[in-house]
């Protein structure tokens, strides 16, 4: 049984997207152990993100982060980081394939619905960064 880190977005929240995101999480047979809706800080949204503070993008992932009410959960299962990972789509919503949440709701790369952790690693410090 493994752990992942996902978050519905402020787009996601905003559009309604929420029960969709945990729809498709539970129908795939998978279980949420934690959820909170919450409103990120300015530091958590610089700490989530560290990996990316050189991109010319960072400033405006923190502020788009940042900007509204997200909803932060864990889900369990079996195998179950790459699995969301496969079933969120990649990170160009354009790219991403029909079928994914992705490919299905977004457009835009900087507001493409949800985060889900890409490593066992990532989980596990994202995991206690958010429900510490
Ligand atoms: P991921 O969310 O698929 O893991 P990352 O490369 O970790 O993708 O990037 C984190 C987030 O930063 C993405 O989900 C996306 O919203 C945003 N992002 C990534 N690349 C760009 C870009 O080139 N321009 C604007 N935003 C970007
Ligand atoms: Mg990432």
């Known amino acids: 049984m493994s752990h992942t880190f996902l978050m519905v977005k402020p787009d996601g929240v905003a559009r309604g997207l929420t029960g969709e995101v945990i729809s498709r999480v539970e129908r795939k047979g998978y279980s949420i152990s934690r959820l909170k ?15 990316h503070v050189d991109k ?33 789509g990649v990170t160009d919503p354009k790219e991403a394939a029909p079928g994914t949440i992705r490919g299905d709701y977004a457009v835009e790369i900087g507001s493409n619905i949800v985060h889900a952790s890409d490593s066992d690693e990532s989980a596990a410090r994202e995991i206690k960064l958010f429900f510490r």
Do not use: C, N, Q, W
Not at 37 to 51: F, N, P, V
């Open 37 to 51: 809706k919450m409103t990120i800080s300015d530091e958590l949204a610089r700490e989530h993100y560290g990996e």
């Open 56 to 88: 010319p993008f960072f400033g405006e992932l923190v502020s788009f982060i940042t900007s509204g009410p997200v909803v932060a959960m864990v889900v369990e299962g079996e195998d179950v980081v790459s699995t969301i990972r496969r079933m969120v």
